[in-house]
Structures are given as C-alpha cells and as structure tokens.
C-alpha cells in the first residue's frame, strides 16, 4: 500500500520531471560550453593543454564522461539532497506525514519505503542522466574510442584508452557505481530531513554541508580530513575508467561509501523514530 | 466498563512551555466526548498526544489499551484521527487517495465519497478542493475502515450548514449504528451541545471541568424579575442582601441562590415596587463556558 | 518499536563493518596497472632528475642518505626512460637495483652511464652509445621504435664549458635529419638570466637555448623550476615526430640534501 502510494506521490510531485530537464539542460550547456571552448581557445590546435581541448581525440565518449562527472559532483547530489529533504521534512511541513502516521503503519516501513523510493529515484536519475548524456553525444559529436589524459579534470594520472565497446561497458558499470556514491549524499540529506520541519531547511542545510564537505575534500590543506569525508569517495567510479580496474582501491572506496550510507541511515532512522510531529 | 480512551495525570512542555499540565479524563466506548477550550488551550496537543504523534512529558495516556507514541501502529487499527486543517495529498484525486491511504476496497471508497457529499469530484486532483471540501474529504478518509473511535479536531470548520447538520448526522448514525466512541475538540457550542454526552473543558492546559453538559450548565440559572420602578426594587432587594443586576430597563438578573419568592414578593410590595412578571433562565453554554474559564483563572 | 530498534542496531553494524573494510591496509605499492595499459599503447613516461645535493657541501655531493628516497620516488614515479645526473654508477647503481625489487620483476633495466650521468630504461632496450664525460648518448628501442638520446650534465660555473657540453651532444645528435630524439639532463641553462649564481655569460645561455628550441621541442617549456630557488635548469627536448601529452615537476620527491626536483614528460609517437 505505501510503497505504491509514495511512488505516485513522488511521480505527481513532478520532480522526477524537473530534475530530467535540469540535467538535460546542463548536458546542452556543456556541449555548447566544450564547443565554444575547443574554438576560441585552441583554434583546434592538437597542443595539448587542458584535457578537455584537444579535439584530436574528444568525442561522445569523452563529453558523456565529462559532462557526467561535472553532474555527478554539483547536480546529482543536489538532486538527491532535495529528494532527501522532500520525503521526510517536506512531508513533515505539509501535514502529510502526520497523516500518514495516523494510519495503522509502523515508522520504520514508511522510513525505509521513503528511502528506498528516494534511493530508486536517485538511481534511475543517474542512469537516465548517463544515457542521455551518451546520446546527446553520439548524436552531436560521435563516438570513437575513449582517450583519457592527466588534467584538470584528475579523471586519471596516467593516459588511458578504451575501445568503444569497452568503454560503453564501463558507463554501464559506472551507473550502479556512481548510483551507490550517491547514497551517501542522499542518507546525509535524509538524516538532515529528519532533524528539519520544513523541505526548504532541509534542503538548503544538505546542500551548503554539502558543498563545504566536497571543497574541504579537494582542498588539499585538508589532507588528513579526507578519509573522514564521504565526499572523498563518491567519484571513486572514475576508477572504472582505468584500462585495468584497480578493484582493490575501488572496494574500499565502495565499503567507505557504504558505511557513510548506513551511519546517515542509522542516525536519521534513530531521529525518525524519536521524532514528535506537531 | 473499559475505557477507550485513558488520559491519567498527563503533562506536556515545549521547552519552558507548559501545554498540557495534570490533565486525566476518559472516554468510554459509544461516548461522544467534547474538548472544548480556547485557542491555545491545548486541545489540538492532547489529540496529538493521543495520535501517538507527541510524547507526554508527565503522565500516561492509554488509546484502545495501548500507549500511542510507542505502539501507534496498534492504536491506529482501530483509531482514526482527523487533525485540522485537514493533512492531505495534494496530487491525488479524492479516490486514490482513498483507495491507497485506506487500502479499502473501491466500493467502500465510493460509498465513503458519497457519504460526504464527494462522489461527483472524487476524480478531481485535491490541490483543486475548496477547505469545505477537503475537511469532508479528510472525514472520510476517517471512516475507512470503520473506526471503534473516532477523533475529530474541528470537524466542522469550513463547512456549510447543510454539511455541519450532514456531519452532525453522521456522526450520531455511527455511534448509534456501529457504537464508535467519538472525541471531538469543537469550538462550536451548538456541536458540543447536539452531540456531545460529556464535556472536558480545557484553559490554558488544565482540565477545569469534566461532565455532562447539563452538568457544566448547573449552577448557572438565574431569576429575573420584570419591575416597573427599577431603582426602588434594587433598595428594596438590598436591604434584604439581595444583589440584583438591571437588564434593560425593566429586568433584574438575580444571581443563585435564589431567594424565596413569596418573600421577595412581600419584600418588592413593602417598598411599593409592583412585581409585572417573574422567569427563571438557564445560562446558553457558551456563558457556562466562559464562567468556567472565569472561575479557572486566578 | 523493537524491530525498529533491531534494523537501527543493523545499520549501525554494516556501518562499522563497512568501515572497518574501508581502512583495511593497502597492498604495498605496486606498479600501477595503467602503467601496463600505457605500454601497451605506446605511451612513453621520460623523467629527468639530478638526483645530487649541494647542502652537506661534500665532493660528489650524491647523498647517500637520501638513496633510500630517490629509490622509492623512482620505484613510485616509474618512468619508462630515466636521464640521471650526479649519479655514481659505481656505487649507486647496485643500491638503485636492490631497491627496485617490483620493476627487477620485469627484467633488468638498462643503463647507460658516463661520468655522473647515465641513461636508465625500464622498458625496450638500449643500444650503442658515446659515453664522454658528464654526458652519454645511445640508441633506446622501445614499441619497435628507436630513438637516439642525450643526457647531458652541463657544467653549472662556465658558460664556455657549458655551451662546449650541449653542444658536442646536441651536434652529435643531430648530426642526421631523421631519427626520433629526445635530449635532456641538468643543463644549467639559465635563460631566465639570473646570472648571479650560474652564468657568467646570460647572453650564451640564451644563444644556447634558442638554438635549442629551434630544432627539437622544449618539453619542459610551462612546467615550472626545477631547482631551488625557482630556476629552470632541467630540460627535456624531443624531435617533432613526438608529442607531448603532458609535463611536468614533481615536487616532493626529493630528500632534504638534494636541490632537483624531477621533470617528468610523457610523450606518443605522432
């Protein structure tokens, strides 16, 4: 009964809708902002200098990569902090949980209804967001082989390069990858919610410790800090992208994942279930 | 009898705040109790606290023999709640609502929609209800499945008066057809006093009466006496110890106890005061009301 | 409420679980497998350090006590080319093979030493070879490939020395249009003309360079100093038909008596 009800509310909500328009939005703007960029700063010159220039090797593969990379750090997590928000202060805010309190239903099966439709959200979100960005880059700019080289982007240390087919084979092993990095986000922003009356507090509140979490993981005054951040960890799936996965580095990265996951879970479940609606 | 409803000693803060202090009061199955107070007098916390929703700070509350904040799941088999305003899924049209809160079955739905006057919009999105329609509606979704009690705050705030006389009808039709017990916290006398057999008074978060409506009005009856010359019956009564207050220019308002009329006779036609008629008047609720509260205050 | 309770204390256990498999100890380090996929494409990592110290003012001023850091960057950075400068073959070369225990898994490397300098591959194999002085040059087949290289350690006082140095390789090297190359070493070239310290003569310094540049391709061109305090006097140069993908100085390997940091280049066939 829940599980469906709270599915229909979400896709009602219309933010499923809203968040696949802002990430294909973003997508066009990348593409426009990787073509402007390649043509008035390079000339298209095959000197390499920053990754993402060089023209000679830049194909779908590499925007959809790219593109993905820029939205998994600043939008999807963004995305999941409001989803995050949405089903536990949201609900708080608008009456609608004390209404689903007052039905025979225990708090942990609407907790873990709410965060597992929030997490299944999330998940399709990136998946649909990868295959998108796969598109639009087959359609405007071609697929050939991934060539990776050291830059800004840190997408590697080392120069990489994927044939097509097994490229396509790591986007499609990146999207569960990046789709579990994105729990850790989401768990933050629910134990956030369970804390907040009102979405836009909980929203706002995920989103700035967020955002301070993910600078103090790239600052590198913040070295020490970094293993006790999840934000250090959540684009462990660039790892995916090597020519030979380091698995050993990317299943601690994954366990770390996990156990942000089930520490926010835990704490925001605690609250939950503490919690007084009035 | 088992009380359905079992309020012992229960207190509640909000920090320094004290909403609810002392409170105990039961209700029985079949009974229709009212909670009546002012705004701030905390009877929306005390229903939040019978919903399982808050936690008492002092106190027990009991609901279908359990304690709600840690066994809601039980209370809420047999309970069903109606907060104001009414909580309620915006972007569901009435019936799925209905169907996927309730899990009761569409024709239990419709009758339900039908019941409170929605059966013709119960397709339409809520976001699109007026406040009329979505209290009907949140009574509905009250009454599936059938409750042994009901707990209504406000029930009938936004509605018409054809819809209050609907409700009120209802209301009554279950207790006397299914036996549900009813709580329902009213700003309205004439609710209290069509459905209500007891009455639980509440000022600033203390019980200060807990009785039947007759029994609240008790006390409350006054003698008034029409004279001609007001001031010489006022001298009159006052040399006896009789306080009378004018009403109009004709009428005196005797407060209880009510002195022996033959003598007051004697007394009024000794001072030459002719005595045109005599009536004793019993005190509306909402007078007994505020007396209650006017005696609570220190 | 107790089976709430119950999934509570489960979370918190994976938590700590997960965690405990997220500190787990790393491998000791190994040589990276994105190393292997770059030779399997043709990409070549070329560094070149002066791997001395001037600070404990000995006369072969190559620190023993920093072997032990130069050997564990050089095991870390692994390059597939390696230009040295103040290296003692004599001494130093047994220590540097003893402690690259992971890259002796793959063979012995090569090596082609000259005074203080010398030419170390991990991969392909090298050839040939005029060895004079502070400078070497020899033939590296690698990917089926070969290139001439030069490896020079310019004196740091003269510039008359220095220029007769450079050049005598770089004429060599250049002798034949053709051939891939790729020239480098502590050439002390002080083009920035901060001529109190090295040059006596910037202007040479600088005819010296240009001349340079003109026929093969400075490397090194936007990576930044190499020597304290902030001087560029560590080059890597490559004929056209090498392109570059990326330069740069790795700050932080060297130990506290040295004053070079590597420049390492990786380079594709065009």
């Given at each position: 009964m829940i599980a469906g009800l709270e599915a229909l509310r979400l896709w009602r909500s219309r933010r499923p809708l809203v968040a696949l328009l802002a990430l294909l939005c973003f997508l066009v703007l990348m593409l426009v902002g990787f073509w402007t960029y390649a043509e008035s700063r390079t000339k298209g010159a095959a000197q390499f200098e920053y990754t993402y220039e060089n023209r000679s090797y830049f194909n779908g593969l590499t925007f959809a990569l790219y593109a993905f990379y820029f939205g998994f750090v600043l939008l999807l997590p963004i995305f999941a902090a409001i989803e995050g928000g949405a089903q536990i202060a949201g609900d708080s805010g608008g009456g609608a949980l004390t209404l689903l309190l007052t039905r025979p239903l225990s708090k942990t099966r609407l907790f873990f209804v709410k965060a597992g439709l929030a997490a299944l959200f999330s998940l399709l979100l990136t998946g649909m967001f990868l295959a998108v960005a796969l598109l639009i880059g087959l359609c405007a700019v071609g697929w050939g082989p991934l060539r990776l080289y050291p830059g800004v982007l840190q997408m590697t240390d080392t120069p990489q390069f994927l044939k097509r087919g097994e490229a396509l084979m790591r986007f499609a092993l990146a999207w569960p990858a990046a789709g579990l990095a994105l729990l850790a986000p989401l768990a933050f922003s629910l134990w956030i919610s369970s804390w907040a009356k009102s979405a836009v507090n909980a929203v706002g509140t995920a989103v700035a410790l967020y955002l301070v979490l993910h600078v103090i993981a790239e600052v590198h005054f913040f070295e020490d800090l970094r293993p006790w951040l999840f934000t250090s960890h959540t684009t462990y799936w660039r790892g995916l992208f090597a020519e030979r996965i380091d698995l050993r580095e990317m299943a601690r990265h994954a366990a770390a994942l996990v156990g942000f996951t089930a520490l926010f879970l835990a704490l925001a479940f605690r609250r939950f279930r503490r919690r007084e609606e009035t | 009898m088992v009380a359905l409803v079992e309020v012992k000693r229960l207190s509640k803060r909000f920090g320094a705040r004290a909403a609810l202090t002392d409170v105990s009061f039961a209700v029985a199955p079949g009974e229709i109790v009212a909670l009546v107070g002012a705004n701030g007098s905390g009877k929306s916390t005390l229903l939040r606290l019978m919903a399982g929703l808050l936690r008492p700070s002092a106190g027990t509350v009991s609901v279908l023999g359990h304690e709600p904040f840690t066994q809601r799941e039980e209370v809420m088999r047999d309970a069903r709640f109606a907060f104001a305003p009414p909580s309620l899924f915006d972007s569901l049209t009435a019936r799925e609502q209905l169907v996927r809160l309730t899990a009761s079955p569409s024709r239990s739905v419709d009758s339900a929609l039908a019941t409170v006057g929605l059966a013709e919009r119960a397709d339409d999105r809520v976001r699109t209800y007026s406040f009329g329609m979505r209290q009907r509606l949140a009574i509905a979704q009250a009454l599936l499945p059938p409750p042994r009690l009901l707990v209504l705050d406000e029930p009938s705030e936004g509605l018409d008066p054809a819809g209050v006389r609907e409700l009120r009808a209802l209301l009554l039709r279950l207790r006397a057809e299914c036996g549900v017990a009813i709580v329902l916290a009213s700003h309205l006398s004439s609710e209290v006093e069509s459905l209500a057999d007891r009455v639980v008074v509440l000022d600033s978060g203390r019980v200060v009466f807990a009785g039947s409506v007759a029994e609240l009005r008790a006390g409350g009856e006054r003698l008034v006496l029409g004279v001609a010359a007001m001031s010489a019956a006022r001298t009159a009564l006052a040399s006896a110890g009789i306080v009378a207050t004018p009403r109009g220019s004709t009428e005196l308002l005797l407060q209880?106890?009510?002195?022996d009329l033959t003598e007051m006779q004697a007394l009024l036609s000794q001072a030459g005061v002719e005595l045109l008629s005599y009536h004793v008047e019993t005190p509306s609720l909402e007078e007994a009301l505020l007396a209650r509260a006017a005696r609570a205050t220190p | 409420m107790a089976g709430g309770a119950r999934i509570e204390a489960a979370l918190w256990l994976v938590a700590a679980l997960a965690f405990a498999g997220a500190s787990w100890p790393s491998a000791p380090p190994t040589k990276s497998d994105a190393k292997a996929a770059l030779r399997e494409h043709g990409t070549l990592a070329v560094m070149t350090w002066n791997v001395g110290g001037t600070r404990d003012g000995r006369a072969h001023p190559f620190d023993r006590t920093d072997l032990p850091k130069v050997v564990q960057a050089i095991e870390t950075i692994d390059s597939d080319l390696l230009l040295l400068q103040e290296f003692r073959y004599s001494t130093d070369w047994a220590a540097l093979r003893a402690g690259l225990s992971d890259l002796r898994r793959e063979g012995d490397p090569w090596i082609k030493a000259s005074g203080d300098v010398a030419i170390v591959a991990f991969r392909g194999e090298l050839h040939g070879g005029e060895l004079t002085g502070n400078a070497a040059l020899c033939q590296w087949t690698v990917d089926g490939r070969t290139i001439e290289v030069g490896n020079v350690h310019a004196p740091a006082w003269n510039a008359r020395e220095r220029r007769r140095a450079i050049g005598n390789v770089a004429d060599r090297l250049l002798a034949t249009p053709g051939p891939s190359r790729i020239f480098g070493g502590d050439l002390n070239l002080d083009v920035s003309q901060r001529s109190d310290l090295f040059s006596n003569d910037p202007d040479s310094d600088v005819a010296i360079y240009n001349w340079l540049a003109e026929r093969l391709t400075d490397l090194g061109l936007k990576a930044g100093p190499t020597a304290e305090p902030d001087r560029r006097l560590d080059y890597l140069f490559a004929s056209a038909d090498l392109a570059p993908f990326h330069a740069l100085v790795l700050e932080g390997f060297r130990g506290p008596t040295m004053d070079h940091d590597p420049l390492l280049v990786t380079l594709r066939f065009r």
């Open positions: - | 209880p106890p009510v002195p | -």
